[in-house]
């Protein structure tokens, strides 16, 4: 598996645009709920729509795909770990403190946060109510990384505490859920997992059935949605959300094999999905607090208005990704892989030109 080449999957990179519109969309239907108990199809009340839980499945499956020659190689740990603090937390900095200042002195856009909070935040300390609600998913984000990095230095050790760790989650959220919670053997992580495990068997074995299996996993998701707006039985949404996402997640591989073109607009979403997922919470709740303002919730009505919220959302997000994320990041990393990268970043420019 050492020798196996990995390309751009462009359908993969798209969906996880797609992912981070679930969160969304997620989102803004608590938010109107909350406040004028108006949502799509009762998704104000639903305790996840499945959005994260894809998020989940993309980012293990990245990881796995684009690193997974460097597992037992532990020269290349470290360097993992850096770029991953780059991706993540400059960003996160940002948006926490720009958040926790415009929510504490602008009264009616959101909560007021104190400095204990901010600071959490700031770590990605694990708590429910972080400032930027993405946050409690990064949490679980880093705590995989450092799982998979602990891989990369050690597989001899840590597959094996790995299994251990993994069969002790799903036994005690299969069985003990209600009575045993921690971070640490959450469900969240093995989502991450599980998406490594897509990866896995993708590169491994010749898989077909892509359409079949894509079909598979919508079904799941629209079987869990139903049971959300009809309660036809109990379930355990979050389990059945991994399983459908997996498939989805497999059979768009197995298409990536092939090389696709996406319109760009969709491949741009994609490659700008951390600062749309680090940034909409902020975002929704600026915006439809300058469209109350503006009595253009009250004109437009509400199902424009969130379409409207929505737009004005992604939009922003896709600006705040170039002209701020993607330049960042690049300097960052230039800084700290040096010469290496600056060549990476100027062939990188000469493809896309």
């Known amino acids: 598996m050492a020798g196996k080449k990995t390309g751009k999957l462009s359908l993969v990179q798209a969906s996880r645009g797609l992912a981070i ?52 190689n532990p ?13 993540i937390f400059p960003m996160l900095w940002i948006f926490t403190v720009l958040t926790a200042a415009l929510y504490n002195l602008v009264p009616g856009i959101g909560n007021g946060y104190s400095a204990e909070v901010v600071l959490k935040s700031l770590i990605l300390y694990p708590m429910k109510e972080p400032v930027l609600s993405s946050a409690w998913s990064l949490s679980h984000v ?141 975002l929704l709740q600026l915006y439809l607090f300058i469209y109350e303002k503006m009595h253009i919730v009250e004109a437009a009505g509400y199902f424009l208005s969130m379409c409207i919220i929505i737009l004005s959302t992604v939009l922003s997000a896709c600006f705040i990704y170039k002209s701020i994320e993607k330049p960042m990041s690049q300097k960052l990393r230039q800084l700290a892989f040096g010469k290496s990268e600056r060549n990476r970043a100027v062939q990188s420019m000469a493809k896309t030109s």
């Not at 108990?37 to 796995?64: A, H, L, N, S």
């Not at 290349?76 to 603090?85: E, N, P, S, T």
């Not at 919670?181 to 993708?202: D, P």
Request: aromatic share 20%; hydrophobic share 50%.
């Open 21 to 72: 519109l679930f969160v969304l969309i997620g989102h803004i239907n608590i938010l109107f709920y909350s406040r004028y108990e108006y949502d799509w199809f009762d998704m104000g009340k639903w305790e996840r729509t499945g959005g994260v839980d894809f998020f989940f499945v993309v980012t293990g499956f990245m990881i796995y795909y684009l690193y997974h020659r460097h597992i037992g």
């Open 75 to 87: 020269q290349k740990a470290a360097g993992f770990l850096l770029k991953r603090l780059i991706r």
């Open 142 to 282: 880093g705590f995989f990384y450092l799982i998979f990095s602990c891989l990369m230095f050690s597989p001899k050790i840590f597959k094996p505490a790995a299994v251990v760790w993994a069969l002790i989650t799903v036994v005690s959220e299969l069985f003990f859920r209600d009575s045993f919670s921690s971070f640490f053997f959450s469900f969240s992580t093995l989502e991450i997992i599980a998406g490594s495990l897509v990866a896995y068997m993708m590169l491994t074995y010749r898989l077909g059935y892509s359409t079949l299996l894509i079909y598979l996993g919508l079904s799941g998701y629209l079987t869990n949605w139903l049971n959300n707006i009809y309660s036809y039985t109990e379930i355990h949404a979050p389990l059945l959300y991994c399983i459908s996402a997996m498939l989805i997640m497999l059979g768009i591989s197995i298409k990536d094999r092939t090389s696709r073109e996406i319109p760009r607009s969709i491949s741009f979403i994609g490659d700008a999905s951390y600062s749309l997922y680090i940034t909409h919470g902020p």
